[in-house]
């Protein structure tokens, strides 16, 4: 008997001691890249959604995110004022592709506890409406925007595809500096898909151009 319960003891002892080593392993699989707080290590080298990430990769989020808000803000004004009806479809294309990259890049700046952009940073404070300081290519100035917003008819058309194409070469600009620099697989693929989908949307606005002259 004392033999035997020697033996249940033991085992017990060596199941709870086996719990206990797997339950105080943190869950690195759960919640990946979430925890980049803790020692001072810098971000380059912590571990996020898609892999490791560094400066380049946050700046690019941060600045893209309001460069593609003015890009929406533009594209939406298109609507009672173009008049031409592939700059309708264009607009169109350009609010429901970039809105989606906006929210994904909201999520990676969570997830590596970054901050976002303030909200006046497509409004008027840092890129949105008074951009001579944002250091953002592309972007739009205040006599800009009240210049498109006035516009309407073959004028707006006109006015909108010129100053989108500014716009978007600044987008691709800033995108090939995050393929360049940038260390996150995810962010450096959407700035792939940033310059193949803005450069062919550039050589359609030049052609807008174009014919509208």
């Known amino acids: ?10 085992l017990a002892l060596a199941l709870a001691a086996c719990g206990s080593s797997d339950s105080s392993k943190p869950d690195r699989s759960a919640t990946p890249g979430m925890n980049h707080g803790g020692g001072g290590v810098p971000s380059s080298g912590i571990s996020s959604p898609g892999g490791a990430f560094n400066d380049a990769d946050v700046t690019f989020a941060q600045q893209m995110i309001p460069h593609h808000q003015q890009a929406i803000e533009m594209a939406r004004l298109a609507d009672g004022r173009a008049a031409d009806s592939e700059v309708k479809s264009l607009a169109s294309a350009i609010e429901k ?4 990259e906006i929210n994904t890049m909201k999520g990676w700046l969570k997830a ?4 976002l952009p ?10 949105g409406m008074n951009h001579g300081s944002s250091g953002m290519p592309g972007m739009m100035s205040d006599q800009d925007m009240s210049d498109l917003k006035s516009a309407k008819g073959r004028d707006f058309d006109k006015k909108f595809a010129q100053l989108m ?6 987008a691709v600009t ?40």
Do not use: C, F, Y
């Open 165 to 170: 194409i500014g716009h978007h070469q600044g």
């Open 174 to 213: 800033m995108a090939k500096d995050e393929q360049k620099n940038g260390g996150n697989p995810e962010a450096k693929r959407l700035a792939g898909n940033v310059i193949a989908a803005q450069n062919a949307e550039i050589e359609q606005m030049n052609k807008i151009v174009g014919r509208l002259k």
């Open 97 to 100: 592709a970039q809105d989606p």
């Open 118 to 127: 303030s909200a006046s940073s497509s409004m008027g404070d840092m890129p």
């Open 112 to 115: 590596w506890g970054k901050p």
């Open 1 to 10: 008997m004392l033999a035997a319960a020697g033996t249940v003891a033991a």
